[in-house]
């Protein structure tokens, strides 16, 4: 993973809502945080972003998920992170830039928003 010191490396999504105790289901769907999910998840991941379907949470990447479910600001999520080993050089996310999905991803040029 190539490191810019003006960029976060790009961590999953999925990787930050499992710390945070978000329970992400085998389709990779999950309750939203803003706890608006009664009977259906429609929290979802895919690549290395997230998006809810069913309220105003824009989607994002993972600090984004960060800000949104922990209400931090953009500073503190960085923190966050740096905390928990995931800005640290030796962190290996759930998957790469390497694998499949992820090229694919960029190749359409996928945007959950």
Not at 18 to 25: A, R
Not at 41 to 70: M, N, R, V, W, Y
Not at 88 to 101: A, F, G, L, Q, V
Request: glycine share 8%; proline share 6%.
């Amino acid at each position: 993973m190539k490191k810019n010191k003006n960029t976060l490396p790009t961590i999953p999504a999925i990787d930050i809502a499992s710390h945070l105790g978000i329970k992400v289901d085998s389709n990779k769907k999950a309750m939203c945080f803003n706890g608006h999910d009664s009977k259906t998840p429609s929290l979802s991941f895919k690549g290395t972003g997230f998006h809810c379907f069913g309220c105003p949470a824009e989607g994002g990447d993972a600090i984004q998920l960060l800000i949104e479910s922990e209400k931090m600001s953009f500073k503190s999520a960085k923190k966050w992170m740096e905390d928990k080993k995931y800005l640290d050089p030796t962190y290996s996310p759930s998957y790469t830039e390497e694998d499949p999905i992820y090229r694919k991803e960029q190749i359409k040029g996928h945007k959950y928003h």
